[in-house]
C-alpha cells in the first residue's frame, strides 16, 4: 500500500539540498572553521595563541546563535566542551602535548559509548537525529530508521577508533607542525568522509520512507 507521508505526519518532508545545507553549516562551524584559526594561528604565532582562538571561536559561535534566537546544533556544543577541557589541561599541565593527546582520547572514549549505546540502550545516532532531520517520536520509531541509527551508530563508533589510533601514531612520530598541518587536512576530510556515507544511507532509508519532499511512503 502507498500513501502520501504528509497525511500521516504533521512535520513536513523537507527537500534533501536543505538537509544537506544543514549538516554542511554544523560541521563548517563546530570542526572545519575552528581548524582552520587554530592552524592558521600556529603557523603565524604560537600553540598558545592557536589554542584561545579557536575556543573564542567556537563561544562566539554559540553566544551568537543563543542571541539571534537560533538553534544551536549539538556538534557545536560537543566540540566547545571538547575544546574547554582540552585547553584547560593543557594550561594547567604547562604541556601542549596533554592539548594533542585529548582528541584521541576523547576519540577512544566516544567510540565506546557509542558501542556501548548499542548493547544498553537507544543507539546514540538516534539521539542526535532531530539535530538534522524533524521527526517524531513515533516515525523515529521505524523499523527502517532504527536499523539506521543501529548502523549509523556503529559506522561512527568506527571512525572514532581508527581516528583515536592514527592521532596517537602521528603525534609519537612526527614534528609537532607536521603533525598538526597533516590533522588539520585528515580530520576535516575523514569527518567529511563519514557525513556523506551517512547521508547516502539515510538518503535511501528516507526516501523509502516518505520522509523527503516529494516522496512517497511505502508502507511495510
Not at 89 to 102: C, I, K, M, N, P
Not at 191 to 206: D, E, Q
Request: proline share 4%.
Amino acid at each position: 500500500m502507498i500513501s502520501c507521508a504528509s497525511s500521516t505526519e504533521n512535520v513536513e518532508a523537507p527537500r534533501l539540498g536543505a538537509i544537506l545545507k544543514h549538516l554542511a553549516l554544523s560541521l563548517l562551524m563546530a570542526n572545519i572553521i575552528p581548524g582552520a584559526l587554530f592552524y592558521l594561528c600556529l603557523r603565524a604565532g604560537n600553540v598558545w595563541t592557536a589554542l584561545i582562538v579557536a575556543l573564542v571561536w567556537c563561544y562566539g559561535t554559540v553566544a551568537w546563535r543563543i542571541s539571534t534566537k537560533r538553534r544551536t546544533s549539538a556538534l557545536v556544543f560537543v566540540t566547545v566542551i571538547g575544546l574547554t577541557a582540552k585547553t584547560i589541561l593543557a594550561l594547567a599541565s604547562g604541556s601542549t602535548y596533554v592539548y594533542f593527546l585529548q582528541p584521541a582520547v576523547n576519540d577512544g572514549l566516544v567510540a565506546m559509548f557509542f558501542l556501548l549505546s548499542l548493547v544498553l540502550s537507544r543507539p546514540i545516532v538516534a539521539r542526535l537525529a532531530h539535530d538534522f532531520f524533524p521527526m517524531s517520536d513515533e516515525v523515529a520509531k521505524r523499523p527502517r530508521l532504527q536499523r539506521l541509527f543501529w548502523r549509523l551508530t556503529m559506522l561512527w563508533a568506527l571512525i572514532c577508533l581508527i581516528k583515536s589510533a592514527v592521532t596517537l601514531w602521528m603525534l609519537e612520530s612526527m614534528p609537532l607542525v607536521t603533525f598538526v598541518t597533516i590533522k588539520s587536512i585528515l580530520t576535516p576530510t575523514v569527518l567529511i568522509a563519514g557525513a556523506a556515507v551517512t547521508v547516502v544511507l539515510a538518503h535511501r532509508v528516507a526516501k523509502v520512507e516518505g520522509l523527503l519532499h516529494g516522496s512517497m511512503a511505502v508502507a511495510s
